[in-house]
């Protein structure tokens, strides 16, 4: 069986007389990433579970961050681990995104290259 993926998409808002090395100390969390800022003190996070902590840890522990207002979850998904997708019984596709794709299968398809913009 394949290793399920617990990912969360988390709106990061700082309060404005928060230190400059909070998103440093976001980035710093196991299993965390920053993919957006709006410079007026809200940011855009992935959290994925890892072996050593649950999502819902990596969450409160930037909740209890020092000048951060609030660490909303916006979005939630058990996805299988990249490279893990298998679509085709035989193994016989030389495209498997593609195979998966038809099969209603992400395929192990990420996140678009480009960082959104907070407005």
């Known amino acids: ?28 969390l196991p299993g965390v990433e920053l993919h957006a800022t709006s410079g007026d003190g809200r940011l855009a996070a992935t959290i994925i579970a890892t072996p050593i902590s649950m999502a819902i840890d990596q969450i409160a522990a930037i909740h209890r961050l020092p000048g951060v207002v609030a660490a909303s979850l916006i ?19 030389e495209d498997n995104a593609a195979c998966c794709a038809r099969a209603g299968h992400n395929g192990g398809v990420g996140m678009p290259a480009q960082q959104p913009e907070i407005r």
Do not use: Q, W
């Open 1 to 28: 069986m394949a290793e399920k993926l617990n990912i969360c998409g988390v709106a990061v808002y700082l309060s404005p007389n928060a230190e400059a090395d909070v998103p440093a100390k976001i980035r710093e």
């Open 75 to 93: 979005f939630h998904a058990v996805d299988e681990a990249e490279g893990e997708t298998e679509c085709c019984s035989d193994h016989s596709c």
